[in-house]
T-cell receptor, first 113, second 113 residues
Framework: DQQVKQNSPSLSVQEGRISILNCDYT??????FLWYKKYPAEGPTFLIS?????DKNEDGRFTVFLNKSAKHLSLHIVPSQPGDSAVYFC????????????FGKGTHLIIQP | KAGVTQTPRYLIKTRGQQVTLSCSPI?????VSWYQQTPGQGLQFLFE???????NKGNFPGRFSGRQFSNSRSEMNVSTLELGDSALYLC????????????FGPGTRLTVT
């Protein structure tokens, strides 16, 4: 049973526009959420995180929104740049740190020039 | 600071053999987690070591084991290799437990023939 779901395997966005990546989770024990970015042949790179006590966290061009009632989070990238083309993973943690991070299967973001 | 390093980067083994992978965390990081990434299952948590003790374990068979040394370096061992063990094995380190931001190494690509 997938506890963290990224339903869009890929997303294509024009350079300069907003990219919105979505993630849903089922485990109500999750209380900390993270986004990672991965280029081919490299390990995932931490991007941004949010605690369940917040509904928004911003860092430069990246903003993560959390809707606890809907068990949904999203990552907004504004404006999108060619270097943003990568696979983005949503991850969640909770239950006192048990079971490490639970990852979604990723969304491949392609920024079109 | 130097990032997380993993050796070797690529490995080819035969079914039934065993393999040991190595990970050196970022200096000062005491938590090391291991993940398996496959196209079908995505990133799955294997286990976490903190101060030389296994703190958490994912849902993997006992053939997968690990250890951590006093300098926080960690090794992962897989015995009696199966074809399905072919994957990218990622190591991640963090200052605290695996609940918080983790910094990943480039991974070891294991191919079992």
């Amino acid at each position: 049973d997938q506890q963290v779901k990224q339903n869009s395997p890929s997303l294509s966005v024009q350079e300069g526009r907003i990219s919105i990546l979505n993630c849903d989770y089922t485990n109500s024990m999750f209380d900390y959420f993270l986004w990672y970015k991965k280029y081919p042949a490299e390990g995932p790179t931490f991007l941004i995180s949010i605690s369940s006590i917040k509904d928004k966290n911003e860092d430069g061009r990246f903003t993560v929104f959390l809707n606890k009632s809907a068990k949904h989070l999203s990552l907004h990238i504004v404006p999108s740049q060619p270097g943003d083309s990568a696979v983005y993973f949503c991850a969640a943690s909770g239950g006192g740190g048990a079971d490490g991070l639970t990852f979604g299967k990723g969304t491949h973001l392609i920024i079109q020039p | 600071k130097a990032g997380v390093t993993q050796t070797p980067r690529y490995l080819i083994k035969t079914r039934g053999q065993q393999v040991t992978l190595s990970c050196s965390p970022i200096s000062g990081h005491r938590s090391v987690s291991w993940y398996q990434q496959t196209p079908g299952q995505g990133l799955q948590f294997l286990f976490e070591y903190f101060s030389e003790t296994q703190r958490n374990k994912g849902n993997f068979p006992g053939r997968f084991s690990g250890r951590q040394f006093s300098n926080s370096r960690s090794e992962m061992n897989v015995s009696t290799l199966e074809l399905g063990d072919s994957a990218l094995y990622l190591c991640a380190s963090s200052i605290q437990t695996s609940s918080y931001e983790q910094y990943f190494g480039p991974g070891t690509r294991l191919t079992v023939t």
